[in-house]
């Protein structure tokens, strides 16, 4: 049974960093692409970044890009979000997702490609 655990957020100012982490168990780590998605009450669940198997390849939503950066550490079975420079408008709840894959350097940006889900993390960001 896979199992994907999310920690790190919490209530922040904003300009200030946070990284958030998403431990997996169940399958062996290195079969998944990863991924971070965001939701905001009364809204979809959007993508925010993602990361292939081999790390050779990450893509972010254009909101994002220069402050997020995400990874992974397979010794660890951990994926991480650093959010650097974090806005109000960053504030949601933060979920962790996994798909198992075949193809080592493909990243998965759409919901519905995700096999598996964390519980989520809130972040809130004060002005």
């Known amino acids: 049974q896979v199992q994907l655990v999310e920690s790190g957020g919490g209530m922040v100012q904003a300009g200030v960093s946070l990284r958030l982490s998403c431990e997996i168990s169940g399958r062996a780590f290195s079969g998944f692409a990863l991924g971070w998605f965001r939701q905001v009450p009364g809204k979809e669940r959007v993508f925010v970044a993602a990361?292939?198997?081999?790390?050779?390849?990450?893509d972010y939503v254009d909101s994002v890009k220069g402050r997020f950066t995400i990874s992974r550490e397979g010794a660890k079975n951990t994926a991480y979000l650093q959010m650097d420079s974090v806005q109000p408008e960053d504030t949601a709840v933060y979920y962790c997702?996994?798909?198992?894959?075949?193809?080592?350097?493909?990243?998965?940006?759409?919901?519905?490609?995700?096999?598996?889900w964390g519980q989520g993390t809130q972040v809130t960001v004060s002005s």
């Open positions: 997702a996994a798909k198992n894959t075949p193809y080592p350097e493909r990243v998965y940006v759409r919901r519905d490609d995700y096999d598996y």
């Open positions: 990361i292939s198997r081999s790390s050779a390849y990450r």
